[in-house]
């Protein structure tokens, strides 16, 4: 469920938690589209058969395509009204803590950290989570860095 807050709130809103999106699932086809736009077609991922002898039982996405969903869930999370520009001003800390095999499902959580009051707008710092479903560890720990400037 998306938390919506308006602009002025938005020095208010540190210590936030947003909850948790809806599931996703991670397909090959969603793998082997991200392998072909990075160019990263490591059999890990992108060769189910040679993946199931392999060190995870079968394909897992790569890290940086996790990664690369916080945008999504973040946007899912979280709307500030009243902004003319949002940008994604990158990341303090990143970890991958456990593969996500094709086939899993996960979803992002996020809870705001810190709100900086910046020149013409706000930054955002942002704890996110992703997670796999059924899994005792996440997959992706992150701090990401938001600015909105109205």
Excluded at 13 to 21: F, R, V
Excluded at 46 to 67: C, K, M, N, Q
Excluded at 112 to 141: C, H, M, R, S
Aim: charged content about 20%.
């Amino acid at each position: 469920m998306t938390t919506t807050a308006a602009y002025a709130d938005a020095p208010d809103l540190a210590g936030t938690d947003l909850g948790w999106t809806d599931w996703i699932e991670i397909t090959q086809d969603r793998v082997d589209l991200f392998a072909d736009a990075t160019d990263d077609h490591q059999w890990i991922h992108v060769d189910p058969e040679r993946a199931a002898a392999g060190p995870f039982g079968r394909p897992i996405a790569h890290g940086f395509l996790s990664l690369s969903l916080t945008v999504r869930f973040w946007s899912e999370l979280f709307e500030l009204d009243g902004v003319g520009t949002k940008v994604n001003y990158g990341l303090e800390k990143v970890r991958f803590v456990s593969p996500v095999a094709v086939g899993a499902r996960i979803r992002g959580g996020a809870v705001i950290a810190e709100v900086l009051d910046i020149p013409g707008g706000y930054q955002f710092t942002v704890d996110q989570t992703i997670e796999i479903e059924g899994a005792p560890k996440p997959a992706v720990v992150a701090r990401g860095l938001y600015r909105f400037y109205a």
